[in-house]
């Protein structure tokens, strides 16, 4: 990959040919339901998520390849091949069974990266029951909103968690009929029951029932970043778009070795860190460590690790960690980097040229959409700052609401809002609990996204706020992307946010949020610097009116940046749903 100019860095392909090279070609041959026949059928019949990741390769030659390779807090490593996989998650199959759980039931996951919590997740999916993954570090309250909003009858989770976060909320929750536990040193918590020793009673043969690809087998709840989190449906079908999006968007092959660091908590762990990879049969690395630059770096090494998917907040520490860390690692099995969950900024896209050898490559997509819409693929030039363009099978858009219709914008280079063709696998069945959301969501033969983007000439989408972020000025739309990205070439500047104040002339003016890198003092001049750089990048229309410091900016518990909340605390108004906050989990 060699850098040539100052907007698009060029492709050099290496030894690996990429499985998507010719976007256009694939696309007119393209077809979901053709993609879903060379899938084959789950011998009971349909289409069930865990046979396709798991059991079908334990029947055939990747059986005894590594699934998952654990890696422990304590530096131990445990290695489990497709067919131990396979044995394990009908083990818990069973174990459902026996308890009296049904298909349709569903089965909350509250843990850290441990093995069982993947082999309850494909456990639950081998029964057809709905599995409903939950961020470990969240509090009690949100914990318990979910379980109950989703009518959990199971939760699998840890003696420690249960002893910090369910047991004063049990009571409250009579529709959880089994918590199970897996216990370390602790003693088993009183009516719960230890999930190691049922597995171990438990066969590892299983029988999967006919499995409707239209059939519910996940239960995601969405960020929290605009609002009450969302609890959005999908169905086992999807799993024919996890396994396209992992070859064309993350370029999986057979033999790589793959991590994705989204916790298992959220979809992107769970759409990318548990069924994508597992569909196209590599070896997976599950870390239970939080984040830690120079553990990360030593673990890409030491792993030979050669796909990477992360997210931008973690792109940013490793930034803050300095190039120089990066270059004490040996990094050369690596052969494509991939983050989503929030815009990633050109400088942040470069400094992976320059620090891992590689540029990091964007990707779209939302709770919602089940798996990655838009992408960097592989083959495809990067311009930095652009989301990519959309999948094979994918129709997307930029369109604009004119009354109870849509006219889609074809005029490049136009800011309107992300909307795509429905029909591809994983969209979501639902919001729980909310038809009329949900209906809300469709318009026109289009599913509305709620993000405002725009393509240029070239087919490229790039991202230019969530709706409800998006700023007024004067007659002019401004992203906050936009002016965050700007700031962010800023070497002092760690991390930026900006929002729109209200102004009685202008409608609206942009306020930006500045957290300084380790080494960098707060001070008027630099105030005064920072605004001369944003303004000569930006233009006067554009550029912050305001600018302040501030030690972190407020995030989700996925590390998102939450604006509406920052506006909330400047203009002193209620702060709304916080469950999802960083700071309160
Ligand atoms: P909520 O819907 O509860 O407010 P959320 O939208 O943050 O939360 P997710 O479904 O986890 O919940 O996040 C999807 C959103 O994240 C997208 O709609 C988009 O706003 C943002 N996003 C994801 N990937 C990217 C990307 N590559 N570039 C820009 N934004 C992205
Ligand atoms: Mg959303």
New binding site residues.
Partial sequence: MARTDDTTLHKTLGATPPNLVDLGATRRTFSWSQARAALGASPGGGLNIADVAVHRHARGARAQHVALRCLDRRGGRRDLDYRELSAHSNRFANVLAQLGVGPGDVVAGLAGRIPELYVAALGTLTHRAVFSPMFAAFGPEPIRTRLQRGHAKVLVTTARLYARKIAEIRAGLPELAHVLVVTEDEPLPEGALDLRALLAAASDHYDIGATDPEMPALLHF??????T??GAVHVHGAVVAHHCTGRFALDLHDDDVFWCTADPG??TGTSYGIIAPLTCGVTMIVDEGEFDAQRWYQTLAAERVTVWYTAPTAIRMLMKAGAALAAEHDLSALRFVAS?????DPEAVRWGARALGLPIH???????TGGIMIANYAALDIKPGS?GQPLPGIEAAIVRRVGERIEVVDAPDTEGELALRPGWPSMFRAYLGDAARYDACFVDGWYL???LARRDADGYFW?VG?ADDVIKSAGHLIGPFEVESALLEHPAVAEAAAIGMPDAIAGAVVKAFVALRAGHERSPELLRELMAFARKRLGPAVAPREIAFIDALPK?R?G?IMRRLLKARELGLPEGDTSTLEEFG
Avoid: I
């Avoid at 969405?222 to 609002?227: A, F, I, L, R, Y």
């Fill in positions: 969405t960020s929290g970043t605009t609002g989190p969302k959220w979809v989503v969950g929030e815009p990633l964007d990707n779209w997509w939302q709770t919602e989301m996204s709620g993000d991202f969530r989700t996925s998102k």
